[in-house]
């Protein structure tokens, strides 16, 4: 996969040929594809790859940080973007960070869903652990459907982008394995582009390019900084 919008939507086409897509809270152990997103940068980038899963059917669960140093969930622009991901049927979920405590892990996980499930209307289901890996933490989720959890998780039958790398396997090969077991997969919504082939520098340059237009249009209310910016006080690149 070149980590391209178009082929995503192959990619997708081909998974409907093969089987249904079912959100977290709905799993009830049949042989499906459980899509997944970790959220861990953008959620203007998840609201893209929402869009594109339900104009081709496809079900998905968004887990979003709360406490996340690159976007605030609370602020009014992402706020609407979460309710547009949950409008396009999709689940949302919550990305938790559990190297952020020490101990009572399912507590404050809870605090933290409390937080997510105010901005959408209803309650928080399911969890899937931030970084366990680096931070070698595997608490048990018992609260929530644990994405992490045996009853949705077998390292066979799941296929992950984790840093734009597959880990050997081949998507659309792995996808047919959906005849043998349910299959999880984990697709980071920042990797993906229009025009694909991007790594990790050039996409947070543009992350970052981006946030800073709009901070530039949202300012430009400020009657102040409109004037110190056609007077060109500081020196700013945008476009």
Known sequence: MIFSYNELSC?????NELGDTVLF????GQKCFLIRHDIDWDLSAAHEMAKIENKFGIKATYFILINSDNYNVLSKSNRKLILNIKSLNHEIGLHFDASLYVDDFNFHAQKEAKILGSIIGEKINSVALHNPSVNNLYPEMNSFNDAYSEVFFNPDFYLSDARYDFRGKIPLEFIKKIKENFLQINLHPIHFSEQGHENYVIT???????????FDQNQMKNSTYKKNRTNNEYSINLK
Request: proline share 0%; hydrophobic share 40%.
């Open 204 to 214: 947070f340059n543009k992350m970052l390019e981006q946030r800073l237009v709009d």
């Open 11 to 15: 990619f997708y086409k081909r998974i």
């Open 25 to 28: 809270k709905d799993f009830e």
